[in-house]
């Protein structure tokens, strides 16, 4: 119940092309979902992020849509760009609660490859 | 502002051998602090947690540990690797005020041979 679960593993996609990661996860009192970015050598960096009272936030080429009824959130990345190839990691946590430890059930991945 | 470091950043190390990866951050008080460990190929696993000094939560498992010496300093320490140790490992930290942003490091390279 405290899995996410992330698709696809890989993802190439041509210059201009969107991008699309999806994200399930089984815990109801999950209410914080961010995504983060990775390039090759380097931690992680938090991209953007959504709270289950909003359906979609965008940020720049960057939206998350989030379906709370299918549990389920996705990021959309708009003409994508070479610099935008790197793993993206969807996570979830719970906030609400004084039980709160701040700590992040990441997804599995996803490498992307943006081809110019 | 606020920075993490971790070091080392390389570490190649026989099976066998004690581990010893050090993570201290500035600019904050009191921060939640993580150890994650990314295998090849796969996610990012939570290893340890702390909310504060001396107080260390365990998610997974297995011969590494973890201590807290001091407000901003967290330790991830082994006294004999194992071969399935290699991986990426990310020291993270969080507002302790429950924001969940978290921030890594750049992250240690552990290789065991």
């Known amino acids: 119940q405290q899995q996410v679960k992330q698709s696809p593993q890989s993802l190439i996609v041509q210059k201009g092309g969107i991008s699309i990661i999806n994200c399930a996860y089984e815990?109801?009192?999950?209410?914080?979902f961010p995504w983060y970015q990775q390039f090759p050598g380097k931690g992680p960096a938090l991209l953007i992020a959504?709270?289950?009272?909003?359906s979609e936030k965008k940020e720049g080429r960057f939206t998350i849509s989030f379906n709370k009824s299918a549990k389920q959130f996705s990021l959309h990345i708009m003409d994508s760009q070479p610099g935008d190839s790197a793993t993206y990691f969807c996570?979830?946590?719970?906030?609400?609660?004084?039980?709160?430890?701040?700590?992040?059930?990441f997804g599995q991945g996803t490498t992307l490859q943006v081809k110019p | 502002s606020q920075t993490i470091h971790q070091w080392p950043a390389t570490l190649v190390q026989p099976v066998g051998s004690p581990l010893s990866l050090e993570c201290t951050v500035e600019?904050?008080?009191?921060?939640?602090l993580y150890w994650y460990r990314q295998a090849a190929g796969r996610g990012l696993q939570l290893l340890f947690y702390?909310?504060?000094?001396?107080?260390i939560s365990s998610e997974v498992p297995q011969n590494l540990s973890a201590s807290r010496p001091q407000d901003r300093q967290f330790i991830l320490s082994s006294k004999k690797l194992l071969l399935s140790d290699s991986g990426f490992y990310l020291c993270?930290?969080?507002?302790?005020?429950?924001?969940?942003?978290?921030?890594f490091g750049a992250g240690s390279r552990l290789t065991v041979l």
């Open positions: 600019g904050t008080s009191n921060p939640n």
């Open positions: 702390s909310v504060g000094i001396g107080q």
């Open positions: 815990n109801t009192a999950f209410d914080y």
């Open positions: 993270a930290w969080s507002p302790w005020s429950g924001a969940n942003v978290l921030t």
């Open positions: 959504i709270r289950p009272d909003v």
């Open positions: 996570a979830a946590s719970k906030i609400r609660g004084s039980s709160n430890t701040g700590k992040l059930i």
